[in-house]
T-cell receptor, first 113, second 111 residues
Framework: EDKVVQSPLSLVVHEGDTVTLNCSYE??????LLWYKQEKKAPTFLFML????IEKKSGRLSSILDKKELFSILNITATQTGDSAIYLC?????????????FGQGTILTVHP | DGGITQSPKYLFRKEGQNVTLSCEQN?????MYWYRQDPGQGLRLIYY???????QKGDIAEGYSVSREKKESFPLTVTSAQKNPTAFYLC??????????FGEGSRLTVL
């Protein structure tokens, strides 16, 4: 059974801090790992990672995948109150069922002014 | 605008009643999904469909049913057999890249 574990489950920081969110996984025939941000309702896409060691970056957010150790991290630098959200990690297994994702529990990030 | 529309946004149900949640997409995606979200448990897959007139059970399909008669539509029925239906339900669709696009969700509360 595919499994995704995120840590920490919750995190409280102050504006300007840097945070690192972790995601470890066990999946048969790995295809990709995805990060989503969920503020109130619909999760919004952040990154898709398929190759080890290649950092993906978008503004203050960055993510990297280690396929040997089976984990990914999501970094947020100079956090802002608008970064407060649930961050979801998900993995997609290979085969014919594209888009069928297994999600972790999520990390609840709270950024105080 | 292209996207996924879920309705209703909020729904209350008495025990023993079936309810149907609507999901419509105009992204021309073949695959559609229903997820359930409970606090502290992330998203769990209920059902998914990769093509019209075909669907498969996900990890927690018991007490739910779906249909896929049109490419654009993938309604979810929460039946009275679902023992703990109070949750936030998310519909999604995807193209062959694997990225999921989500609707705004439907929050179901059983009274």
């Amino acid at each position: 059974e595919d499994k995704v574990v995120q840590s920490p489950l919750s995190l409280v920081v102050h504006e300007g801090d840097t945070v690192t969110l972790n995601c470890s996984y066990e999946v048969t025939n790995f295809r990709s790992l995805l990060w989503y941000k969920q503020e109130k309702k619909a999760p919004t896409f952040l990154f898709m990672l398929t190759s080890s060691g290649i950092e993906k970056k978008s503004g203050r957010l960055s993510s990297i995948l280690d396929k040997k150790e089976l984990f990914s991290i999501l970094n947020i630098t100079a956090t802002q109150t608008g970064d407060s959200a649930i961050y979801l990690c998900a993995v997609e297994a290979g085969g014919t069922s594209y888009g069928k994702l297994t999600f972790g529990q999520g990390t609840i990030l709270t950024v105080h002014p | 605008d292209g996207g996924i529309t879920q309705s209703p946004k909020y729904l209350f149900r008495k025990e023993g009643q079936n309810v149907t949640l609507s999901c419509e997409q105009n992204l021309n995606h073949d695959a559609m999904y229903w997820y359930r979200q409970d606090p502290g448990q992330g998203l769990r897959l209920i059902y998914y469909s990769q093509i019209v007139n075909d669907f498969q059970k996900g990890d927690i399909a018991e007490g739910y049913s779906v249909s896929r008669e049109k490419k654009e539509s993938f309604p979810l029925t929460v039946t009275s057999a679902q023992k703990n239906p109070t949750a936030f339900y998310l519909c999604a669709s995807s193209s062959s890249t694997g990225e999921l696009f989500f609707g705004e969700g439907s929050r179901l509360t059983v009274l």
